[in-house]
């Protein structure tokens, strides 16, 4: 049998070995229990128990790490978690794009705060998708199809084709992804006589381009499109047949994302250099019923304009070098422009427009030295000067506000035998401030908040899949300390504005293990209990301490089993069966949105009949069809009443095909 591949961690920018990163960090590969592409991020929700996320449909949520949660809606705060396609950074202050995880290598997560390595706004960890790259040497195609029928629900289809075409072999290859997906809506409206309303299409691409000149340089280029198209919410109200909501009109949300990223790189003997420049276009319009508020025949409608500039280069040793460093500088430049309308149809007129540049330049370095065989130390610190300017409609333009942060980590590592890992590490972050629109339609700004993380855990085993260790794991405990915390909230009518709700902290401890008895079975398991107060509330919000931060289970798990046979020698069979608990959470921080969810158990099932060039799938996700309340919000202009729901997808069965040469 050949040596088990060690696995890597390049989100630390250094290349380390998972074995050997002083911190929490899990790599996913495609095709793990429940890691199906077709369903992107929802499914690395599902398989990770400490990744969170709001519900209000593909394309419109926040994503959490490790109870760091700041509120339930997007507005003009930056998000805590750092999502990245390669060295594209996604998001700064937008949603979740929700690419698909077509022809994907693999997905690395990093948790707790990581200013030093990525700056601003990556509160709670990293998550970064790792696309294949273009193959210099082989000509390579693959398609797939895929049928999905949805209890009581529409049909719906996804389909991907892949072709890697060496234009010179050995020097340049040219990459591109096509796919095409409708999710079946299952949510009724019958004040309006529709079914099935929050069908969801989804269309994209990605073109790579690889170029190896030669002498140890590289030259690499990426572009991306997706477009993501919702007809209606996907949220339900008790008191009616299930399933169903009633609004005046159709409340649909667009999702259009566009980004470029070119990476120059150069090998020596003992260190690389590695220089990347990005570009993002992201446009969000989303339509709400605000009939409550407004009376009939009115709409709100909200669109946001998201443009990005990201450079990074830096200098880090090789993989596998004894004192593993990294050193570079960075530089950010987020625009954004938000317009609101509120009144009559056809037209709602516009009473509220928003435009604010976030910009950061800074140096950062880290290294991880051996003390001994068995000790290493990291330290490592990020020096950043952060700008923010914005401007209201109507408005003078508000006075350009700039800082200076220094954003350090610390750790030990410590390996009393090569198959254990204990760890402790200190790591820092930080928001810049902004400007928003309070309730009375005014100017607010909002202070930058601060977070650090202490950590420590045990690392067990052999990391690399098919090891000959046959029980492997982890573990971690960790305190968050959160000041001056930033949170997007509704005003009392459902209008979004921005505060500083005060300080906070997240207490919580993991674990996962995987259990491989022989060569046809495994088992994996993980758990999480997290503890989060508002522990000195602002002074708008005196007498609410202690009020749990939202959208965070207070504890939750997963375990999934896989049993694999080969049939011949081409042919093999692969069941999996996955059950996954959350624990209630609050949808909000704040009265009147201090209202239950969660508190469910979902099971999936999957089946696949592989051979070289082709593969047969059949998942069944939801299998006892569980209706239970993932996400207590969808429309804000009647959230307040406390009757809205969002119930997990119904049953839905996936047949597909997939083939390749």
Do not use: C
Not at 52 to 65: H, W
């Amino acid at each position: 049998m050949a040596e088990p591949k060690e696995i890597v961690v390049t989100a630390s920018k250094q290349g380390q070995p998972l074995s050997r990163y002083p911190g929490t960090a899990r790599v996913e590969q495609i095709g793990a229990p429940g890691l199906n592409a077709e369903r992107g991020t929802a499914a690395l929700v599902g398989r990770l128990p400490e990744l969170s996320s709001t519900n209000l449909g593909p394309g419109r949520n926040k994503l959490f790490i490790r109870g760091i949660s700041d509120s339930s809606f997007s507005g003009p705060t930056q998000s805590t978690v750092g999502l990245y396609l390669g060295d594209m950074r996604l998001t700064y202050n937008a949603p979740d794009p929700d690419l698909r995880f077509y022809d994907v290598e693999r997905i690395e997560i990093i948790e707790g705060p990581q200013g030093t390595l990525y700056g601003a706004g990556v509160l709670g960890g990293i998550v970064r998708i790792m696309p294949n790259r273009p193959d210099l040497e082989n000509f390579e195609a693959r398609a797939s199809l895929g049928s999905t029928h949805t209890y009581r629900g529409a049909r719906g289809y996804d389909a991907e084709g892949m072709i890697n075409v060496p234009l010179w072999k050995d020097r340049v290859a040219l990459r591109i992804v096509g796919y095409e997906q409708v999710e079946g809506g299952y949510i009724d409206n019958p004040q309006l006589g529709q079914r099935n309303t929050n069908r969801t299409t989804i269309d994209g691409a990605r073109i790579s381009l690889e170029i190896d000149p030669g002498d140890d340089w590289r030259l690499s280029a990426m572009g991306v499109i997706q477009n993501l198209d919702t007809g209606d919410g996907q949220y339900a109200q008790r008191g009616l047949p299930k399933l169903s909501h009633n609004a005046a009109i159709s409340q649909p949300h667009d999702n259009d994302f566009r980004g470029l990223n070119v990476v120059i790189g150069k090998s020596w003997r003992d260190f690389e250099l590695t220089s990347s420049f990005s570009i993002i276009n992201h446009i969000l319009d989303e339509r709400f019923d605000p009939a409550r508020v407004a009376g009939p025949g009115t709409a709100f409608d909200r669109m946001s304009r998201y443009k990005m500039l990201v450079h990074e280069t830096r200098l880090s040793s090789r993989p596998g070098a004894w004192i593993s460093w990294v050193g570079g500088i960075g530089y950010t430049d987020s625009r954004d422009r938000t317009e609101q309308f509120l009144g009559a149809l056809p037209d709602p007129p516009r009473i509220s427009s928003v435009q604010s540049e976030k910009s950061e330049i800074a140096l950062f370095g880290e290294a991880t030295v051996p003390v001994s065989q068995r000790l290493s130390i990291t330290g490592g610190s990020r020096i950043v000067r952060a700008q923010v300017s914005g401007e209201i409609l109507g408005n003078e333009a508000e006075p350009t506000r700039r800082q200076w942060r220094v954003l350090p980590t610390a750790a030990l590592s410590w390996r009393p035998h090569g198959r254990l890992q204990a760890f402790a590490r200190v790591q820092t972050g930080f928001r810049s401030g902004g400007i928003a629109i309070d309730p009375a339609g005014s100017t607010n700004r909002f202070q930058s908040d601060q977070i650090y993380t202490v950590e420590g855990g045990v690392r067990f085993g052999d990391a690399a899949p098919l090891s000959g260790t046959p029980i492997s794991g982890s573990a971690a405990i960790f305190h968050t300390g959160w000041s001056d915390i930033q949170a997007d909230l509704l005003d009392a009518i459902g209008l979004p504005t921005t505060l500083n709700i005060g300080h906070g902290h997240i207490d919580g401890v993991q674990a996962a293990i995987n259990w491989r008895p022989d060569q046809e079975l495994s088992f994996e398991g993980a758990a999480f209990v997290n503890q989060s107060r508002l522990d000195s509330p602002s002074a708008e919000l005196m007498g609410l301490d202690n009020i749990p931060l939202p959208n965070i289970p207070r504890y939750g798990g997963r375990l999934s089993a896989r049993w694999a046979r080969k049939l011949s020698d081409d042919l093999t069979f692969q069941t999996d069966a996955i059950m996954r608990y959350r624990s209630g959470s609050n949808v909000g921080t704040l009265p009147p949105l201090l209202l239950e969810q969660g508190e469910y158990v979902e099971t999936d099932l999957a089946a696949l009949l592989r051979s070289e060039n082709w593969q047969l799938t059949l998942d069944i996700t939801n299998v006892f069809n569980a209706r239970k309340n993932s996400f207590a919000f969808g429309n804000p202009f009647t959230a307040s009443l406390g009757d809205q729901i969002t119930p997990l997808r119904p049953r839905s069965l996936r047949v597909g095909i997939s083939f390749g040469f």
